[in-house]
């Protein structure tokens, strides 16, 4: 990480939302200098069996933006997430900013492109998003300089945001009893994400590292933050100098008996669109449910 514009002494305001029904935690990152903010990994919130969308989520994030007198800069998206919808254009339509995601998108469209049988009128070169972030890549959030990693493995379009002293891993890792993303859909891959978690735990010991899902293991209290030096003793898949061989038996063996994120079929389409629900030929907001492609 030496060669990116690691800030320690920068502290930025993190303020997390957690989501219930998703178990996603959504961030509003404030630069300490200014009002300047982005939001990280927001949620649209849907009733799938009713084909029902709501925004009680993002307005949370909305309100909380307002109350503290807050500029909106950036919408991040830490990847193409499975698990939930992005409430991202919600969330811009009122407030502003951008919205960004890693460049790889366009590997992401181009293979659920084809399991959703989308015609040529879904553009798969990231389009849809404003910014495309590439390995190294910095922006501002105010007069905060942040940049962002690849780290592929769970999908090729994961990233790592670092902002000051605090870093945002998206599913790369989870808390240290919680261990690491899976690694079995289409594009994803256990070595590779061996080497991206790597990567993360190369980042100064006491960063901040927040989480964009917690399920509380064992019952524990939902938790979100933890340390680099955390992960490195403690992370039940990766801490205490697990080997790359012995990750990949383990993340193999464990994927395998894993059941599909109930709302993939759903996230997938929307996502890729930088979180715009489809429609139809006649405009009306559809989804599509392929049938034993994934």
């Given at each position: 990480?030496?060669d990116?514009?690691?800030?320690?002494?920068i502290?930025?305001d993190v303020k997390g939302f957690?989501?219930?029904?998703?178990?996603t935690?959504t961030?509003?990152?404030k630069?300490?200098?200014?009002?300047a903010c982005a939001?990280?990994?927001s949620?649209m919130?849907?009733?799938y069996a009713a084909g029902?969308?709501?925004y009680?989520?993002?307005d949370?994030v909305i309100a909380y933006?307002e109350d503290?007198?807050?500029?909106?800069?950036?919408?991040?998206?830490t990847?193409?997430?499975?698990d939930h919808?992005?409430?991202a254009p919600y969330?811009?339509?009122?407030l502003?900013g951008k919205?960004g995601v890693?460049?790889n998108i366009?590997?992401?469209q181009?293979?659920?492109g084809?399991?959703?049988?989308?015609?040529?009128?879904?553009?798969?070169?990231?389009?849809?998003?404003?910014?495309?972030f590439?390995?190294?890549?910095?922006?501002?959030?105010?007069?905060?300089t942040?940049?962002?990693f690849d780290?592929?493995?769970?999908?090729p379009?994961?990233m790592?945001?670092?902002?000051?002293?605090?870093?945002?891993?998206g599913?790369?890792?989870f808390?240290?009893?919680?261990?690491?993303?899976?690694a079995?859909?289409p594009?994803?891959?256990?070595?590779?994400l061996?080497?991206?978690i790597?990567?993360?735990?190369?980042?100064?010991?006491?960063?901040?590292?927040?989480?964009?899902?917690d399920?509380?293991?064992g019952?524990?209290?939902?938790a979100?933050e933890?340390?680099v030096?955390?992960?490195?003793?403690?992370?039940i898949h990766?801490g205490?100098?697990?080997?790359?061989?012995?990750f990949?038996?383990?993340?193999t063996?464990r994927d395998?008996?894993l059941?599909?994120?109930?709302?993939i079929?759903?996230s997938l389409?929307?996502?890729?669109?930088a979180?715009?629900?489809?429609t139809d030929?006649?405009g009306?907001?559809?989804?599509?449910v392929p049938?034993?492609r994934l």
């Open positions: 990480m030496s990116f514009p690691v800030r320690m002494d502290r930025p957690f989501d219930e029904a998703t178990n935690i961030y509003v990152v630069d300490p200098g200014s009002d939001v990280i990994d949620v919130d849907i009733e029902r969308i709501t009680d989520s993002a949370q933006i503290q007198g807050l500029k909106l800069e950036w919408l991040i998206e990847h193409v997430h499975a919808l992005s409430g969330i811009q339509e009122r502003g919205i890693g460049a366009t590997v992401v181009d293979t659920f084809k399991v959703f049988n989308e015609g040529t009128e879904f553009q798969r070169d990231g389009s849809q998003f404003d910014a495309l590439k390995d190294g890549d910095t922006y501002q959030v105010g007069g905060m942040c940049f962002a780290t592929p493995g769970h999908t379009a994961c790592v945001h670092v902002m000051g002293d605090a870093a945002f891993v599913d790369t890792l808390m240290p009893d919680g261990g690491s993303a899976r079995d859909f594009g994803g891959d256990a070595g590779t061996y080497d991206s790597q990567r993360v735990l190369s980042l100064p010991g006491d960063m901040r590292l927040f989480m964009c899902h399920y509380g293991p019952g524990r209290e939902i979100w933890t340390t030096g955390e992960q490195k003793a403690k992370n990766v205490e100098g697990k080997t790359r061989e012995e990949i038996k383990f993340r063996e395998a008996q059941d599909m994120p109930k709302l079929v759903p389409q929307v996502n890729m669109r979180g715009v629900v489809p030929k006649d009306i907001p559809m989804l599509k049938v034993n």
